[in-house]
């Protein structure tokens, strides 16, 4: 199957409408719908007043975190235009920053709260792959996120515009769409956390949380060393993949801790 990009942009009452944004905004919007249903509907350990006025600004930190994140790696760039910054709807932001935006957001929330933050972050992070899997479709529309070149027969592939193609692969039309094989990762991961959820909500605080950051961190590990939009690297290695390395390691010491502390 081969996946050609529409147009990025479309009108409403000739207002600009990125479907970029659109994306982000149903990920936001699916994402806290099933939980809410979800910790409704299985009466899960956490207080819905307390999550309904921490959802927004759970948001806004988030995806705050996710530009600065994107902005600190590629810097050079982002002096000399600095007010593309702002330019959130064209894309540049990065889950990694989302993610440490978020739990710091919440460790400092729910503290003040005097609130356990493991049973709410739980209640976030199940559903968090959920809005990955619809996000990313929004690297779809703007032809980013995409892998090297297709050079055999392949389930899929990814038609890049030339004008957005590589410099080294301008010759290339088709290429490997690792935005889709994220979004199916994250919906699978997404599946095994909705039943790991309620059937651990109330035994281990922690472990819905801890098992999320493992395998979205095995994920793009894995991934990471097929794209080709890695905009910082340490020591050639992309610098996502030591973020990830990190987040495996966490969660493996997290998960350890919460059976045992169990």
Known sequence: MVLY???SVFSVFDIPIRIYSLCIFLAVIISF??????????NMPVKKDVLYDMAPLLVIFAIIGARLYYVCLSLDYYLKHPIEIFCVWNGGISIHGAILAGIIFGLLYLKKKKLPFLNYADAVCFVLPLG???GRWGNFFNSEAFGYPVLSNVPFKLFVPHSLRPPQFINYEYFHPTFLYESLLNFIL????????KKTANKYDGLVFFIYILFYSLIRAVLEFFRLDTVFYFFNIPFPVLISLFGI???LCGIFYVVKKA
């Open 33 to 42: 719908a099933v939980m809410f249903l979800y910790i409704k509907k299985y």
């Open 249 to 251: 390691l966490i969660g």
């Open 5 to 7: 990009p529409f147009s």
């Open 190 to 197: 997404f599946v095994i956390l909705f039943f790991v959820y």
């Open 132 to 134: 990955q899997a619809v």
